[in-house]
């Protein structure tokens, strides 16, 4: 009896653990009263050192020595910090990030999140605009997966086999989203 | 009797509500007959006009203190939604007060607006001379990315087959 209990606690401890994310723990959290970014863009210097997190699209990456800045359009964040896909947008800011980010992997257009303290704002030309930018000084950032592309047949039947090998269908058998970490 | 005419009306306008999404602009006030090419086609061109015009941007630039886009108009469905499958209608400048973010009003996304003919303006696509009509925006709509496919295919029929047990 007490064995069937050991062994059942064993293997839902097992099963939690396989569920653990690998998003980090202040990316998956907002701050207590994360501020909107707008809010932040009115009245930067009444916000300065708050704790933020924000995430979106990426525009752009610099290099610098020893330090990366990504400029970010904001898009609204899921419950777990992913930014949705809507095109409804509070607009751009800009992260300060301490260490090199490479930028062959944070490429245009994918998705990061970053949690940080508001560093102040910075004006910036967009075209011939000049654009207000919010600077997060970056604590911990996070490169949301990118969409697989499936094959068009991939929810057919055959995939869904367990126990016949298809050799014909090629290698990889199965599509494993990459997450990229960081610290 | 009241009841079920009640189900009735809320299930045939949930299915309307499905089908019909986009800006549904006021268009009492739009001449509908007014194309980019046809705008322009007598000098000087009758300003202060109405245009409803859709289609796809071209290019996209933010100016101190307006954006203007650069699109390619097609003919417009009962959505007010341009169809990109049928022949174009010429190419509009749109002006914008403010500031537009060129992500997301970015080449090959689509808009549909109602604006009012201020002016044409030339211009060069290549090394050919284009004549521009150009609009002032009242109302900007700019189309999800995959709105195409949603409106492509309104309704769906699938046959199943079911094995009770």
């Given at each position: 009896m007490t064995e069937t209990l050991h062994i059942s606690c064993l293997l839902s401890t097992l099963l939690l653990a396989s569920c653990a994310?690998?998003?980090?723990v202040n990316i998956r959290q907002a701050p207590?009263?994360?501020?909107l970014l707008d809010e932040v863009r009115d009245n930067a210097v009444s916000f300065q050192s708050r704790q933020v997190r924000w995430g979106g699209e990426i525009l752009q990456l610099d290099n610098r020595e020893n330090a990366t800045v990504l400029s970010v359009l904001a898009r609204p964040l899921s419950k777990d910090g992913e930014p949705r896909s809507t095109d409804s947008s509070q607009g751009r800011f800009i992260a300060h990030i301490p260490i090199f980010i490479d930028p062959k992997v944070y490429t245009m257009g994918r998705e990061v999140t970053v949690r940080g303290t508001v560093a102040g704002i910075e004006t910036r030309q967009v075209g011939e605009y000049p654009y207000t930018y919010v600077v997060v000084k970056a604590t911990d950032w996070y490169l949301w997966p990118e969409a697989v592309q499936y094959p068009?047949?991939?929810?057919?039947?055959?995939?869904?086999?367990?126990?016949?090998?298809?050799?014909?269908?090629?290698?990889?058998y199965y599509h494993h989203p990459h997450h990229y970490r960081h610290h | 009797m009241t009841l079920s005419r009640f189900f009735l009306l809320s299930i045939v306008l949930l299915l309307l509500g499905a089908c019909a999404s986009g800006p549904s602009f006021d268009t009492r006030r739009v001449d509908l007959a007014v194309t980019p090419r046809s705008a322009v086609a007598e000098q000087p061109l009758t300003s202060g006009q109405t245009v409803l015009w859709g289609g796809v941007i071209l290019n996209t630039r933010n100016l101190e203190s307006h954006t203007v886009l650069e699109v390619l108009a097609y003919p417009l469905n009962s959505n007010q939604m341009p169809q990109r499958g049928r022949d174009p209608l010429g190419r509009f400048i749109l002006e914008r007060q403010g500031f537009l973010e060129p992500a997301s009003y970015a080449e090959g996304r689509m808009v549909t607006v109602v604006g009012t003919l201020e002016r044409s303006e030339s211009g060069t696509v290549g090394g050919s001379d284009y004549v521009y009509p150009v609009i002032e925006a009242n109302e900007l709509y700019l189309w999800p990315r995959d709105s195409e496919q949603y409106n492509r295919s309104n309704v769906h029929f699938g046959i199943g087959v079911g094995i009770g047990l």
């Open positions: 994310s690998q998003v980090p207590p009263n994360n501020p068009a047949d991939y929810y057919r039947w055959w995939y869904y086999d367990p126990w016949i090998y298809h050799p014909w269908y090629g290698y990889p | -």
